[in-house]
């Protein structure tokens, strides 16, 4: 019966080991997609950025009115001065969306016109396991305030 329980407790360990190892990749791997992305709308390569959100995100904007958009924001924060990751985990089960992978990011970002500017980015893995921008959002106080 011991050897039992001591098989049972290895393959436990040997499990959770494994299973946080793939969840370390998952927000290593989803943190360079967001990275890139937020790159790509810093730098005005909007059709790149666009190209990296997922299709539900698509099928909510065109390409067009999405650019548009974001093009707006962007000069509404200004230049990106400096960018640091807060807060990064993965779910696979999330209320109110499908269950998938899912890996949530907070930046602390200072822009030249914004002062505590927090952004934050959901990642999603597609069927394809690649890691698309399923949803981006932010809160900032303008420097005139």
């Known amino acids: 019966m011991k050897n039992i329980f001591l098989i049972l407790i290895s393959v436990i360990t040997i ?32 059709e790149n950025a666009y190209n990296l959100l997922s299709k ?20 509404e924060f200004g230049n990106l001065k400096t960018r640091v990751v807060t807060q990064k985990y993965f779910q696979s089960e999330v209320e109110g969306i499908e269950d998938g992978f ?8 200072k822009y030249e016109k914004t002062t505590e500017h927090t952004e934050y980015i959901v990642l999603k893995q597609n069927d394809k396991s690649k890691w698309e921008i399923f949803d981006y959002n932010y ?5 005139e305030e």
């Open 15 to 46: 499990h959770s080991a494994s299973a946080q190892k793939y969840t370390d990749t998952y927000i290593k791997d989803a943190n360079k997609v967001a990275l890139n992305w937020l790159n790509d709308i810093n730098h005005k390569q909007y």
């Open 139 to 143: 809160e900032f106080k303008n420097k």
């Open 102 to 109: 899912y890996v949530f990011i907070e930046y602390d970002s």
């Open 56 to 75: 539900e995100v698509k099928v909510r904007y065109q390409q067009e009115v999405w650019t548009n958009l974001i093009n707006n924001l962007m000069l």
